[in-house]
């Protein structure tokens, strides 16, 4: 099993800057991939970025490329969202999320595997 505990949400003004923080516990050498989703209100749940922990490779939704930036800290088993330029059509519960298994696409939710407790993100405008 893994958990994922993530950190970092809050109120921020159109412009600014949050950093989110997703750290694994468990049996975090077994996993493949992690990837932040997001769910904004009276939304869907969207893919928003994921990377790669082996290759490192990452990959980022249209709507936050140029402005999201997904890194990860493997000693501290540690993903984080670094958000700038952030507008209020960001607002939303942001979810980390991680998966076992190689999948060509990494912007399908239900192939990943352990999801944390999602942490919310609010942009005033």
């Known amino acids: 099993q893994v958990q994922l505990v993530e950190s970092g949400g809050g109120l921020v003004q159109a412009g600014g800057s949050l950093r989110l923080s997703c750290a694994a516990s468990?049996?975090?050498?077994?996993?493949?991939?992690m990837g932040w989703f997001r769910q904004g209100p009276g939304k869907e749940r969207e893919f928003v970025a994921a990377?790669?922990?082996?290759?490192?490779?990452?990959y980022y939704a249209d709507s936050v490329k140029g402005r999201f930036t997904i890194s990860t800290d493997n000693a501290k088993n540690t993903v984080y969202l670094q958000m700038n330029s952030l507008k209020p059509e960001d607002t939303a519960v942001y979810y980390c999320?991680?998966?076992?298994?190689?999948?060509?696409?990494?912007?399908?939710?239900?192939?990943?595997?352990?999801w944390g407790q999602g942490t919310q993100v609010t942009v005033s405008s």
């Open positions: 990377m790669s922990w082996s290759s490192g490779r990452t």
């Open positions: 999320a991680a998966r076992r298994n190689y999948y060509s696409d990494y912007d399908t939710g239900n192939k990943y595997d352990y």
């Open positions: 468990g049996r975090t050498f077994s996993l493949y991939a």
